[in-house]
């Protein structure tokens, strides 16, 4: 076999460090996920799961929808890189394949292939497949370009901010940014010296052979496009550039079923390495209003990836969701979280040995109020009002002392702990035989919907059980002439997909303004327990903005329908501030429906105080 | 002078009336706005004041006698719409449309209570039996008794202390510097209506700085066997039968305490009104960090505001008692007067 | 150590020269807004553990500021999170991650430590 020429040499060890090291790591990582996932790989492989893992592959990795879909001009560029390189190295292979009429070439030769051959093209398949890898050279390049002005400029592409960047990141990114420039020039030089370039290359290199003589810097060029590669897949592993493997074996072990479990494993390595810092999650994160900018998931990430993460920053997050819903690769950021919050505060996880149960009232239904709620008793005074109106059976099962329905805990990491709540929950309410489990708090409502083991009980969140009462006619409509912003809290929206149910019952009392951000693009108040080291202060920054957004649109009323946002947003405004069950009771007492409604305690007109109707400019006298 | 300087003042509250009458006295053409249809603010209101139980109305009688001997113009209903200063010339426009000028200006827009229902957990106009202590001043100087909302005679009450006032969570960092000393008089008051009644005082700190309140305080405590509990209240909720079952911590015995009232009185603070934003905005007036309008130098002279012509009377700067809140307006009509007497020449 | 029966009982006066200060400073430093405390007991009153144990969120300040780290730890094992103190807190102390500081602290701190820190302060 001839020997390849001494300058693909760079490129022979780069390709092979980056292969051998993406054989073993794919190895540790696969080996290392539990047993139950291995067989979920195994079931799935044979499976149509791959066929579908192929096609994201293609529409994700390659095509990058999702950032098309976000901004357009950013999706070009990282498509025309990735897609483009992906057809080229495809192209190159098959002209190769075409030349030799054969599979078995020296390999070089197809990567370094106008090097390789360096007679002008005959025929017209040779002459397309020249013109085919010139086109796509060029659409690589165009890529190439627009990331050059993204370093500079990237609010043109939608993005506020860029990704800081590490020392891994910063070689193989000049490496990478000189590949395609450098196979422009090494190529556009052999195509002056022996016309076997295209229609891109063949002018470019006849342009460079009467600017000055190609002969002597002829190997320089193909040594320097070989070098820039190899020092791209040498600098791969520690640089974010792994994501570009990784993220197609995130792909199929995604489809197969593997999800984060609450510790740490080597599926979470899989997550990390895939991100490829893209730096879109930098502007979906409302801490930057609060000038908080070093705990955003790209930065956390990285972090773990490096293995010295700091809770500093780990804790420094609302999770409430916004960049994990724009993530391009569909990383389970609020999930890694999680993850390394349980791994940062595992060695103090109480024993609430305290907690003891007694028997339980028996009831269809069970309300169980949060621990927010009883600090807004306007929802839990609602709640009971309409439940009692609605003729329904119910338990209010932490009316005097209930202990916490253990979100909280899990937010910090301190998932042992809250599992000794859990279980203490789960018995009172088991015993109880209820069927339905009625929650005012978003929060409650995602960890007995995600975490609890209730069978045979439905977890309802209040807006879905009130709507269901209102379709079966327990519970009268009337519109009310409100106009008012719903404020979806991010445990119910996108923590727990309900988006429409809320709406759909709050439609049936008043009238709803459309606003910017909504549904899954929807603020998060600030209020969220899941961030411990932030300030009042910057609580209130983030606060503010989303209730610029909300008081634009002049409200007669803001609904909401958590406790928590409901406190944090009463705090800001003088616009009057509801949970969806004081709306739908003040609409219940208006409705004709009403027996008696002067006998309603909706709003207490204080004890002995008649407004007092001034009459005439009164000077007062003497008494 | 050439001519009669003009001055307006905007708000007729007791400061806006004092510093009025005085500066009517002393010769000046004095116009007074107030957005309401009587004069004398909030004082109206008010059933006695504290520390000698000084029924209100005999201070706004005095004042409107004042205005009787000595008449300036009143309008009535009527704030400012715009403002267009220039030369120290002052041009207004108010809401009534009428156009006025002066050469200097005085602003008492006074203050607001806060509004209890966003203090949510103690339960204001959600629950039954809970007031505040406006709402129990004007159901005494009605010469009411206070009942629950059963009709019946309130076995115990308690007073909560600092609701709207040096909580964070309030959005008023401040002390209102008046409600401790209100809820003792009131709690003395309703002693004296309802002997057989419990009344208990929910406080985090007592603020007895006035000469005599001190001895109030010990009179509440001796005589009316008012108990004072130290610990915040954090919330309140309701029993069946509309009484009140309220949690506090007793944090001299370190105990978390629970009891059933029959009725919550809510000391709400002051917090700056909204015609006082209004007008630190439509004069350019600085504010203080707790949003009072601010005053140039607190020692020397608390009656200047940032813009010159401009001066403050009473609890827009911040809470005042009412005898405060009279000699402020007075020190505000003199600083107008040597101030005109200045620019004269 | 064995009296005899004999017990001399040392004064209960808190002695301030003897207090290790440590794991307090660390916390202080790391969450200032707990040096605004002023001891109201709103967070006390409102606690959902508090219902179900004796458990006082305001006294661990002062466990913390006189040295009683055992039983401060023992204290701050009873917290749930549930967050209701921090909502009702009229300093706007970030009270939870007080919480976490100290278990942090706290297990940091070998069992022989946390006494030896208690017993100091009672000598």
Known sequence: ?623 | MDRQKRIITIGGGIAGTEASSVLSGLGYNVIMLEKSNQIGGKLNNWNHLFPNGRPANEVTGFLGQKIRLQPFRIISNTSVSRVISANGIFAMETTAGEQLQADAVVISTGFETFDATRKEEYGYSIYENVITSVDLEEILRKGQTLITSKGEKPKRIAFIHCVGSRDEKSGHHHCSKVCCITGVKQAIEIAKQLPDTEIFCFYMDLRMFGLSYESLYREAQEKYNIQFIRGRLSEASENQDESLLIKAEDTLSGRPLKMNVDLTVLLVGMIPGKETLRMSELFGLERESNGFLNVMDPHLNKNLSSVKGVFLAGTCTGPMTVDETLEHARSAALDVHQYLQRTDK | MNTFGYKIMSPRTIDFDQFDGRLLNEVLVKEPSFRTCLSCGGCTATCNAGTLIDFNVRKLNLLLRRGEIASLSREIDKCMLCGKCMLVCPRGINIRNVIMLLKKGASRLSEHQKTAVENEVQK
Not at chain 1, 222 to 240: I, K
Not at chain 1, 325 to 338: A, F
């Open chain 1, 1 to 623: 076999m001839e020997t390849p020429p001494s300058f693909t040499l760079p490129f022979i060890i780069g390709l092979l460090v980056i292969t051998s090291f993406l054989i073993v790591v794919s190895i540790i990582w696969i080996t290392g996920l539990s047993k139950t996932d291995k067989i979920r790989i195994i079931k799935g492989f044979p499976s149509r799961k791959t066929w579908r893992a192929v096609r994201e592959t293609f529409t994700e990795a390659l095509l990058h929808r999702k950032i098309f879909l976000k901004n357009p001009r950013l999706g070009y560029m990282h498509m025309s890189l990735a897609f483009g390189w992906f057809l080229l190295i495809v192209a190159g292979h098959l002209e190769a394949i075409f030349h030799y009429r054969t599979l078995a070439f020296p390999f070089w030769k197809s990567i370094f292939f106008r090097f390789a051959e360096q007679a002008p093209a005959t025929g017209f398949t040779a002459k397309l497949f020249a013109a085919l890898t010139d086109f796509l050279l060029l659409f690589i390049l165009s890529g190439v370009a627009l990331a050059y002005y993204k370093r500079f400029n990237s609010r043109h592409f939608g993005m506020k901010k860029t990704t800081q960047m590490k020392a891994g990141d910063r070689v193989a990114l000049s490496a990478l940014w000189l590949i395609f420039p450098m196979r422009f020039a090494a190529e556009s030089i052999t195509a002056g010296l022996h016309h076997n370039g295209s229609f891109l290359t063949q002018p470019a290199g006849d342009l460079l052979a009467s600017t000055f003589s190609l002969q002597p810097v002829e190997q320089a060029a193909w040594w320097t496009y070989s070098l820039s590669l190899g020092v791209f897949f040498t600098a791969m592993p520690l640089s974010r550039y792994m994501h570009i493997p990784v993220e197609v074996l995130l792909i199929f072990l995604r489809k197969y079923g593997i999800r984060l479990k609450k510790g740490v494993n080597t599926y979470t390595r899989v997550q990390v390495f895939s991100c490829s810092r893209c730096g879109i999650c930098l502007d979906s994160c409302q801490m930057n209003q609060a000038n908080v900018r070093n705990s955003q998931s790209v930065y956390v990430l990285r972090q773990i990836r490096g293995r010295r993460l700091k809770d500093d920053q780990l804790f420094n997050c609302l999770l409430c969701g916004r960049c994990q819903k724009d993530c391009p690769v569909g990383l389970d950021l609020n999930d890694l979280r999680i993850t390394q919050r349980i791994a940062s505060t595992r060695e103090y996880n109480s024993s609430y040995d305290y907690l003891k149960n007694g028997p339980s009232p028996q009831a269809e239904v069970i309300y169980f109020a949060g621990c927010m709620t009883h600090l807004t008793p306007g929802i839990k005074k609602s709640m009971q009002q309409l439940l009692h109106f609605a003729g329904i059976n119910f338990w209010f099962m932490d009316e005097y002392k209930a202990p916490c329905c253990g979100r909280p805990l899990i937010q910090v990491g301190q998932y042992e702990a809250a599992k000794k709540l859990i279980r203490n929950n789960t018995e009172k309410i088991l015993s109880s035989g209820a069927k339905t489990l009625v929650v005012s708090c978003p929060i409650c409502y995602k960890v007995f919907h995600e975490d609890y083991s209730l069978p045979g009980i439905t977890v309802m969140h209040h807006s879905q059980y009130l709507l269901n009462l209102v379709d079966q006619g327990r519970l009268p409509v009337f519109s009310l002439p409100e106009r008012v912003v719903y404020h979806d809290p991010c445990e119910l929206g996108r923590g727990s997909g309900i988006f429409d149910q809320p709406r759909k019952l709050l439609s049936s009392y008043a009238s709803l303004i459309k606003i910017p951000h909504e549904k899954a693009d929807a603020y998060c108040c600030g209020g969220s327990l899941s961030n411990t080291r932030i300030t009042m202060q910057e609580r209130d920054q983030i606060r503010d903005k989303v209730l610029e957004e909300y008081q634009s649109c002049q409200p007669d009323r803001l609904v909401t329908a958590c406790p928590l946002c409901k406190k944090t947003f009463t705090k800001g405004t003088d616009v009057q501030v509801s949970d969806l069950a004081e709306l739908v009771w003040k609409g219940v007492c208006h409705s004709k429906t009403m027996p008696n409604r002067s006998s309603l305690p909706e709003a207490a007109i204080p004890l002995g105080l008649h407004p007092g109707k001034p009459s005439g400019i009164a000077i007062p006298s003497l008494p």
